[in-house]
């Protein structure tokens, strides 16, 4: 992945893929937080990103930084 790449994934697609869904968002079967499952797959789908920045980074720019 490219540096490019990993910025358009960070800074494009995954804000644009969470911009509509709130923290206080569930899933209905699990209960989980729809953002978190919503970030992890976009990061699933591209695994490649877990060798420029750790799942911690990650969480704490997209979910924790929302609360």
């Known amino acids: 992945m490219t540096q490019q790449e990993f910025d358009e994934l960070c ?21 989980a937080h729809l953002d ?4 992890l797959n976009i990061i699933h789908d591209h695994l490649e990103v877990l060798s ?9 720019t997209f979910i924790n930084s929302e609360n």
């Open 36 to 39: 978190e499952i919503i970030l």
């Open 52 to 60: 420029i920045k750790p799942l911690q980074w990650f969480i704490d």
């Open 11 to 31: 800074w494009e697609t995954i804000p644009q893929q969470l911009f509509h869904v709130f923290r206080t968002d569930l899933d209905d079967k699990t209960g």
